[in-house]
């Protein structure tokens, strides 16, 4: 079976930071590129981040930008989301997926992702 796992999230104070991951079984993850995807309560999935299969491409949502780094390891199966300064604006549950066109990744378009991980929760107090 293929799975997609997140893990990593959490509370933490304004201007913290925290590390997600996203660790695939049932397949090799070099294979494809990964995205980070978020919905907080009551508004609509977010694009945050993606990175193509060998890493060479990222791309970004502009909120994120100069915040958020996304990188992986392939021999360890896993893509990480590290997340500096966070603000308030940035609690949701953060889910990555796997991207299935050349489309999705580099325009963060979640109809392109359809293999989603089960989210971690992130939290940010003020």
């Known amino acids: 079976q293929e799975l997609l796992v997140e893990s990593g999230g959490g509370l933490v104070q304004a201007g913290g930071s925290l590390r997600l991951s996203c660790t695939a079984s049932g397949f090799k993850l070099d294979d494809w590129a990964i995205g980070w995807f978020r919905q907080a309560p009551g508004k609509k999935r977010e694009g945050v981040s993606c990175?193509?299969?060998?890493?060479?491409?990222?791309s970004y949502a502009d909120s994120v930008k100069g915040r958020f780094t996304v990188s992986r390891d392939n021999a360890k199966n896993t893509v990480y989301l590290q997340m500096d300064n966070l603000n308030p604006a940035d609690p949701a549950i953060y889910s990555c997926?796997?991207?299935?066109?050349?489309?999705?990744?580099?325009?963060?378009?979640?109809?392109?992702?359809?293999?989603w991980g089960q989210g971690a929760q992130v939290t940010v107090s003020s």
């Open positions: 997926g796997r991207d299935y066109s050349d489309y999705g990744c580099p325009h963060l378009a979640a109809q392109s992702f359809h293999l």
């Open positions: 990175i193509s299969d060998r890493g060479g491409r990222t």
